[in-house]
């Protein structure tokens, strides 16, 4: 058995952020992880993810994720590695769509940089892209791409550099409130500490299985395709379209050895993350690339490769950040919808900040678990 002032249960993006930012406070910590360090199977692997301002979802976001952005930066500073490339997003579909109304919204309350375009605008700036004459797009210049296994890595590596103590391919069998503290037993040891954050991804679910919590996991895939002419797509900037209700596909502009990305941000079926099918079936394949090709047109020439990831679903799609009602000690990060890595290291401030202070003076009271 040992002693640690905080354990961190899941080093995923949260996860590896929080251990980060609680080492750099001088707090003795462990991390724990049930798979191999690097893994694929929960929402943190993959070449890119996007990082954006103009948040249409919601502009309670936008304050976070501009904090996001410097700690990023932060992270490259201190890591030496190169995390980020702004490429520039351009979020479509008409005018009144929740992705077009709602960017601009966020936009135009935070006084964001951005700039509106017809269909016309967009086919002019962008020849690229076959849209609808009813589609509009907001320009946003200062959105970009995460590369979310680089970010991961160099957390982990920043958080071990400060002294923490990080375990993979251990599970995790239970773990208790034990008094002020909490008590972990995993299938090769038991720990104690003071305090225990919880960051377990799609898994989030089960551990906190006393809390039933709202949210569910589910499977999500994404292609990357080599184009017939890859410079036509090597300067596109990032892209949403809401294509039809509650259908949003995105991308990501070509790069050497990736291709161009396409996949589609929705909800899907509800899965078990110990037993869901990982592989994407050609059937799946070829109705991407049927998309691709329809609003992309010559982007999805050879398909290289296909993968799925998890999303953590809750109801309103927004994420869940709180401390345990019964156990004060214990914090939790969970149901991050799809759209949470960007916040990665603002989420770790603030899981640290609960779970050592009780409190947290980041703009995080629209994510409590007592909304829903």
């Not at 020849?127 to 995460?146: I, R």
């Not at 979310?148 to 550099?161: F, G, I, K």
């Not at 002419?229 to 050497?256: K, N």
């Not at 291709?259 to 799946?284: I, N, Q, Y």
């Amino acid at each position: 058995m040992a002693n640690f002032d905080c354990i961190v249960l899941g080093l995923g993006a949260m996860g590896s952020a929080a251990a980060d930012h609680l080492t750099r406070r001088g707090l003795r910590v462990l991390g724990l992880d049930a798979h191999a360090r690097g893994h694929q199977l929960g929402a943190s692997h993959g070449k890119s993810r996007f990082i954006r301002e103009a948040y249409f979802e919601k502009p309670d976001y936008v304050t976070l994720v501009r904090r996001a952005y410097g700690q990023w930066r932060d992270l490259e500073a201190r890591s030496g590695s190169n995390l980020i490339e702004i490429t520039g997003g351009l979020w479509m579909g008409p005018l009144d769509s929740p992705i077009v109304a709602g960017a601009r919204l966020s936009a135009e309350r935070h006084g964001l940089p951005h700039e509106l375009l017809s269909a016309a605008g967009i086919r002019h700036r962008y020849p690229e892209f076959q849209v609808s004459d009813e589609t509009w797009g907001l320009l946003e210049p200062n959105a970009g791409v995460l590369k979310p296994e680089e970010c991961v890595r160099a957390q982990l590596e920043q958080a071990e550099r400060a002294g923490a103590r990080l375990r993979f391919g251990e599970r995790v069998l239970r773990w208790s409130a034990d008094g002020a503290g909490v008590a972990v037993e995993t299938d090769q040891m038991r720990f104690t500490a003071d305090r225990l954050v919880i960051a377990a991804g799609p898994w989030s679910a089960k551990v906190l299985a006393d809390l039933a919590l709202p949210m569910e996991a589910h499977r999500v895939y994404y292609l990357h395709c080599e184009p017939a002419e890859p410079t036509r797509f090597a300067r596109s900037p990032l892209w949403l379209i809401d294509w039809a209700p509650g259908v949003y596909y995105y991308g990501v502009p070509y790069r050497a050895s990736e291709g161009v990305k396409f996949g589609l941000h929705r909800a899907a079926m509800a899965c078990d993350p110990d037993t869901v099918e990982r592989a994407v079936s050609d059937e799946e394949a070829a109705e991407f690339r049927a998309a691709m090709e329809r609003i992309l047109p010559g982007s999805a020439t050879r398909l290289l490769w296909a993968e799925s990831c998890l999303y953590a679903m809750t109801p309103d799609t927004d994420f869940i950040l709180d401390r345990h009602p019964r156990h004060p000690q214990v914090v939790f990060g969970c149901g991050f919808s799809g759209h949470g890595f960007k916040f990665a290291p603002v989420i770790g401030e603030a899981l640290a900040d609960l779970a050592m202070e009780g409190r947290s003076a980041l703009p995080i009271e629209f994510l409590r678990l007592a909304r829903i």
